[in-house]
């Protein structure tokens, strides 16, 4: 099992930035890929990122490649997504997840959830 909880999430103006947390806890966290999704009120919950056990290897959905940023530490058990010249359409819950298939299966198979935390962009 894994627990995670996620932090960060917040009130910003279009163009500014916002850093995500997520800390794991009970299974030991570095043996598990991390991801990010997010979903907007009325649409299904959709893929942002992922990123491998060693935090070598990064994935990112296109709306989001090149202003988003995620990165692990697994001597901390938090993931985080760094999200820059945010947009009012990244506006949504955003939820991070864990998963043992591999970085590009977490994407459509995930083991766990985070309870989201909001994140609103204001334009």
């Known amino acids: 099992q894994v627990q995670l909880l996620e932090s960060g999430g917040g009130l910003v103006q279009a163009g500014g930035s916002l850093r995500l947390s997520c800390a794991g806890s009970g299974r030991t966290f570095s043996n598990v890929h991390m991801g990010w999704f997010r979903q907007a009120p009325g649409k299904e919950r959709e893929f942002v990122a992922t990123?491998?056990?060693?935090?070598?290897?990064?994935y990112y959905s296109d709306s989001v490649k090149g202003r988003f940023t995620i990165s692990r530490d697994n001597a901390k058990s938090t993931v985080y997504l760094q999200m820059r010249r945010l947009k009012p359409e990244d506006t949504a819950v955003y939820y991070c997840?864990?998963?043992?298939?591999?970085?590009?299966?977490?994407?459509?198979?995930?083991?766990?959830w985070g309870q989201g935390t909001q994140v609103t962009v204001s334009a």
């Open positions: 997840a864990a998963g043992t298939r591999g970085i590009y299966a977490l994407v459509s198979s995930q083991d766990y």
């Open positions: 990123i491998s056990t060693s935090g070598g290897i990064t």
